[in-house]
């Protein structure tokens, strides 16, 4: 289970950020890509990487298995569970760039800039249902796709490709994207405001306090209560100026739809929880995350490995935000 979000700062800088929830880690650790890295296709030989990355993932046999990342010209993806509903294709299609579901982040992120472009060319894609390893089977992924102009949200099922923009910036897991989108009218009378006091005959009700105009936005950790309660956050959080204020806007709208664990449990009795949040900053090429067991955020900017070794991943130093 995970909540993904999408915004922009005063100045139009873009952040993207994500939690990941799940029962146990798997290792993970931030990763850079350098530019030049000749990325390993599942179909077909190696490419160097137009673009560099920088995000959360884990290696393997040297190919960057990334849970989400964001690349040096401000484009980020991020993989969320869609379990019951991702389809992929069973083998390659004539005709087609085929890209093997793992592969999604890293052809995204080494091979564009802009969301228009990404879109454009998932009209000559199918995505195929290919694991990297017997040890590592293929994940019921969707993806959320954002820059500083927009967001999409791809989601490969039984009919094929879906591709929806996506006008509230926010994603989390199943039922389908549209679905998300249409629930949100059940909360169309939820707003940040202050309510009038209101008369049921000679009564006349007054607030109690602020907040009171949320009432309804649902506080769960199911998916469809997540989506809502991010996108209500995200549409009427200020926006604003510095990296440091959009790092802890970012924080603190994941941190509302984090899990905590004993909470959600899991049909095989484990709890989920937030394994980490993240954010990218689009402007500086900045990765922040924190964990679950440490809520400290540090950091690591792609700047500082414009010079790496193409040749090989970097696992990079880590600075205190």
């Known amino acids: 289970m995970c909540t993904a979000v999408r915004f922009t700062s005063k100045d139009g800088h873009m952040y993207w950020g994500r939690n990941l929830d799940w029962s146990t880690g798997y290792g993970q650790f931030p990763i850079v890509m350098p530019k030049g890295f000749r990325v390993q296709q599942h179909f077909g030989g190696t490419e160097p990487a137009a673009h560099a990355a920088i995000g959360m993932g884990i290696e393997h046999d040297g190919y960057p298995l990334f849970f989400d990342c964001g690349n040096d010209a401000g484009l980020a993806v991020g993989g969320l569970n869609f379990p019951g509903y991702a389809r992929f294709e069973p083998e390659p299609v004539a005709g087609k760039v085929n890209v093997a579901a793992y592969e999604v982040p890293v052809w995204v992120a080494a091979n564009f800039a802009t969301v228009d472009d990404v879109e454009e060319a998932l009209a000559d894609v199918a995505i195929i249902d290919a694991g990297i390893a017997p040890s590592l089977p293929v994940a019921p992924l969707h993806w959320h796709i954002a820059d500083g102009k927009r967001s999409i949200v791809v989601e490969y099922q039984a009919d094929g490709m879906h ?6 910036d926010v994603l989390t897991n199943q039922p389908p994207f549209g679905w998300h989108v249409e629930n949100l009218r059940n909360y169309l009378c939820c707003d940040d405001g202050w309510p009038k006091d209101a008369r ?5 009700l007054a607030p109690f306090g602020a907040g009171a105009a949320m009432r309804g ?3 769960d950790a199911y998916p469809t209560s997540r989506f809502v309660k991010a996108a209500f956050i995200n549409a009427f959080h200020p926006q604003k100026e510095t990296e440091a204020d959009n790092v802890m806007r970012m924080f603190h709208t994941l941190g509302n739809v984090s899990f905590v664990e004993g909470c959600a449990r899991a049909a095989d009795g484990s709890f989920d929880k937030t394994l980490f949040t993240d954010c990218f900053s689009a402007a ?8 679950y067991d440490d809520l400290a955020i540090r950091c690591a900017r792609l700047s500082d490995h414009v010079d790496a070794d193409p040749s090989a991943l970097v696992r990079p130093s880590l ?3």
């Open 217 to 219: 936005i649902p506080g």
């Open 200 to 204: 049921w005959g000679e009564a006349t």
């Open 163 to 168: 591709v929806h923009d996506d006008p509230v």
């Open 319 to 321: 600075a205190m935000m």
């Open 284 to 291: 500086s090429g900045t990765y922040y995350f924190n964990t």
